[in-house]
């Protein structure tokens, strides 16, 4: 079969694992000791974005202007919270669908990375024992700039030496997607059309994907095109 996409690069809180709801909990509680009301609302808008960007969000909300080392020592304090709900994070919180996709992925010789705006990724899939599939892992702690930017997605091609357009992203957040298209990449979304309308398919889950379905979608979408 004749291959459009050569690697898939997986953004990993929300496609992988679902840790939103543990980063809610963490942003919720610092929100709630500044008196901030932060609700899943709000949740939503922080989605694939980074740490000290989702704080800046939250700030805001306040017309709270803090110095820049005020705002890392609040920062810290949510990731030490965050760190607290994922330290026994384990296979049973890994989303349907992933292993086996990771798996159908790898006998169809697809490489496979990580792209990530998070510092806690690595952390993760060594907790969930998946590391091993990944050709290359790029997290928050390898880039400036944050999704809407295509860096993370740029970077991974780049260090998988395989060519933008022949790279599927899959992200559940509309700031992922914004990224992706940004970077000249395929976009798969996660999640519903109404927050991903800019991917190029949208599926609610990765239950019963294959390479093989990937594979024939994104030839009809390039006939289309
Ligand atoms: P951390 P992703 C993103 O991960 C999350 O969606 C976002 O909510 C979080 O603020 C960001 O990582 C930074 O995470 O505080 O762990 O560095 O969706 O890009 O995999
Ligand atoms: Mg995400």
């Known amino acids: 079969m ?3 996409i050569e690697a898939i690069i997986f953004d990993l809180d929300g496609v992988i694992v ?3 709801k543990y980063h809610f ?31 800046e969000y939250i700030l805001n909300k306040a017309e709270l202007n803090l110095t820049p080392l005020e705002k890392e020592k609040l920062a810290t304090m949510k990731n030490l919270r965050y760190l607290d709900h994922i330290t026994t994070i384990d296979t049973t919180e890994m989303l349907p669908g992933v292993i086996e996709l990771l798996k ?21 899939l060594d907790r969930l024992g998946i590391m091993h599939y990944f050709d290359v892992v790029v997290d928050g702690n390898m880039t400036k700039e944050g999704k809407p930017s295509p860096e993370t997605f740029l970077l991974a091609a780049h260090e998988l030496n395989i060519p933008a357009e022949n790279c599927l992203v899959v992200e559940d957040a509309a700031k992922g997607v914004e ?7 395929w976009c798969l979304g996660i999640g519903d059309t109404h927050h991903l309308s800019l991917a190029h398919w949208v599926r609610k ?21």
């Open 18 to 20: 679902d840790t939103a």
């Open 179 to 185: 990224a992706a298209i940004a970077a000249n990449m």
């Open 25 to 55: 909990l963490a942003w919720k509680e610092l929100a709630m000791s500044l008196k901030i009301p932060f609700d899943e609302n709000d949740n939503e808008q922080l989605k694939g974005v980074s740490r000290i960007q989702s704080l």
């Open 104 to 124: 159908d992925l790898r006998a169809n010789d697809i490489k496979i990375a990580l792209g990530s705006a998070s510092k806690n990724a690595s952390f993760i």
């Open 205 to 225: 889950d990765l239950i019963g994907l294959s390479f093989s379905e990937i594979n024939k979608k994104i030839q009809s979408l390039q006939m289309k095109s």
């Open 2 to 4: 004749s291959k459009i």
